[in-house]
C-alpha cells in the first residue's frame, strides 16, 4: 500500500510539473507575443514631417498639419544611440493615426561593435519597447551612409561593416518577434562627394522600403537632378518601393515653383511619398529655411500640391 501511494504521490507531482511548465509556457508566449503589423507600400500616399520637438510633443506637427491643409501620416525623428523607443510618442502618434518613422543614429557607437553583437542587450530592449508598442513602425538605421559627413559613413566605415551591422539589426529584432517594423534603408542622394550605392546595399532579405535624402538648394534644382539619378541606381538593385526620406525645397531655390516640382516628381517617379524636412538651418549650403510655416506663398503651393498629388485616403496606422 505504502509503495503505491509512494507511486501515485510521484506520478501526481509529475503532472502537476507538466501542468505547472505548460502554464508557464503559455503565459510567457502571451505576454511576449510577436508583433505583426506592416505598412502598404501604397505609391503617393505617405506625408511626412520632421518638426523639432517632436518628440516630445505633438504639437509642432499638428501646427505643420493646418499649413500644409492635412495631417501626416508619417512623422520622422532621430534617436541617438542608447536611446530607448520612445512608446509615449508612438501611443501619441497613434492617437493621430500616425506612423513613427525613427531613424537609429549610432553616434558614438562603434559600428564594428554592432555588427558583432557588443550592443546587443541595448538592441534587444528596443526590439522589446517595439514588439510591445504592437502597431507599425518605420525604423531606418545610420543614415545616408554613403556620404562622408556623419562617423558612420564610408570616411570612418566601411561598407562592408556597415551591411554586417545592418543586417545583425534586422535579425536581432526579427528574432525579438518585432515585426512590425518596416525597415528603411535610407542613402543621401546623389551628388559631390558621394559613394555609390551597391557596396552598401544588405540585400533585399533585410530592407522593406529604400528611402532616399535629397534637398532643391539653388533655382536650377529639379526632381530629375535631385533624385532622378539615384532612383534610377536603387532599380538597379531592386524593385523595393522608394520613399523621400528627408527632403524640402529652400526659398534660394524658389519655393513656390519647385515644391510643385518635388510632389510632381515624387508621383511621376512612382515613390511611396515624401517627409519635409520643416525647419530652419544654418552653416554652409544648408543655410536655409526649409519650413513652410512663414511664407504664405509656400504654404498655398504646398497645399496645392498635397491636394493634387497625393492620395486622397492615405494608410492609416
Do not use: C
Amino acid at each position: 500500500m505504502t509503495s503505491r501511494l509512494v507511486t501515485l504521490l510521484a506520478v501526481a507531482l509529475a503532472v502537476a510539473a507538466l501542468a505547472g511548465a505548460s502554464f508557464r509556457l503559455t503565459t510567457s508566449s502571451r505576454s511576449s507575443p510577436p508583433a505583426h503589423a506592416s505598412l502598404p507600400p501604397t505609391l503617393a500616399a505617405y506625408l511626412g514631417v520632421f518638426e523639432p520637438g517632436a518628440p516630445p510633443s505633438y504639437d509642432p506637427v499638428a501646427d505643420f498639419a493646418t499649413v500644409a491643409g492635412r495631417e501626416p501620416n508619417l512623422v520622422g525623428y532621430y534617436s541617438g544611440w542608447a536611446q530607448p523607443f520612445d512608446t509615449s510618442f508612438a501611443q501619441t502618434l497613434y492617437q493621430h493615426h500616425v506612423i513613427p518613422f525613427v531613424q537609429i543614429d549610432p553616434t558614438d557607437a562603434s559600428i564594428a561593435a554592432i555588427a558583432n553583437g557588443t550592443y546587443d542587450d541595448y538592441l534587444r530592449s528596443y526590439a522589446d519597447s517595439v514588439r510591445g508598442f504592437a502597431r507599425a513602425v518605420a525604423i531606418g538605421f545610420g543614415h545616408e551612409m554613403n556620404a562622408p559627413w556623419y562617423s558612420w559613413g564610408y570616411v570612418h566605415t566601411s561598407p562592408a561593416t556597415f551591411v554586417a551591422a545592418w543586417r545583425h539589426l534586422v535579425t536581432l529584432f526579427r528574432s525579438a518577434g518585432a515585426d512590425n517594423v518596416t525597415w528603411v534603408w535610407t542613402i543621401q542622394a546623389d551628388e559631390s562627394g558621394t559613394r555609390p550605392i551597391t557596396a552598401f546595399w544588405p540585400g533585399a532579405q533585410y530592407v522593406n522600403w529604400v528611402g532616399i535624402d535629397g534637398y532643391y538648394y539653388r533655382p536650377s534644382d529639379t526632381f530629375a537632378s535631385v533624385f532622378g539619378q539615384t532612383i534610377g541606381q536603387v532599380r538597379t538593385l531592386t524593385s523595393k518601393p522608394v520613399l523621400l526620406s528627408e527632403t524640402a525645397v529652400g526659398p534660394a531655390a524658389g519655393q513656390s515653383d519647385k515644391i510643385q516640382d518635388l510632389f510632381h516628381g515624387m508621383a511621376a517617379y512612382k515613390t511611396l511619398g515624401l517627409v519635409w524636412f520643416d525647419k530652419a538651418q544654418h552653416g554652409g549650403i544648408l543655410h536655409q529655411d526649409w519650413r513652410i510655416e512663414d511664407s504664405p506663398t509656400a504654404e498655398t503651393f504646398f497645399q496645392l500640391a498635397v491636394a493634387r498629388e497625393l492620395a486622397s485616403s492615405p494608410p492609416v496606422n
